[in-house]
């Protein structure tokens, strides 16, 4: 059983940063990508940021250039920095682990509220 938990989220000013966190855990050798998704109230969940196992990385447009994900192995943990917050990114966070068989996994998510 796959388990992938989320935390670093809060209230941040626009502008700010915050460095999400997933760490997992359970049946996690087989892994095709991890992945940053976020729900806004009212909209469908969409992808934010994605690390496939060899490394490759892509971004929705609206966190090109702000936002960096990243994974240490050893932890087993992938991160979100996410610099230049704007009002428009609040939602809720989830993580993902995607395996090479398209079985999606999902965390409870992580709330991140920018807001002056």
């Known amino acids: 059983q796959v388990q992938l938990v989320e935390s670093g989220g809060g209230l941040v000013q626009p502008g700010g940063s915050l460095r999400l966190s997933c760490a997992t855990s359970g049946s996690t050798s087989s892994i095709y990508a991890m992945g940053w998704y976020r729900q806004a109230p009212g909209k469908q969940r969409e992808l934010v940021a994605r690390i496939f196992s060899s490394g490759t990385t892509n971004y929705s447009n609206s966190a090109k250039g702000r936002f960096t994900i990243s994974r240490d192995n050893a932890k087993n943990t992938v991160y979100l920095q996410m610099n230049s917050l704007k009002p428009e990114d609040t939602a809720l966070y989830y993580c993902?682990?995607?395996?090479?068989?398209?079985?999606?996994?999902w965390g409870q998510g992580t709330q991140v509220t920018v807001s002056s």
């Open positions: 993902s682990l995607l395996t090479p068989l398209g079985i999606n996994h």
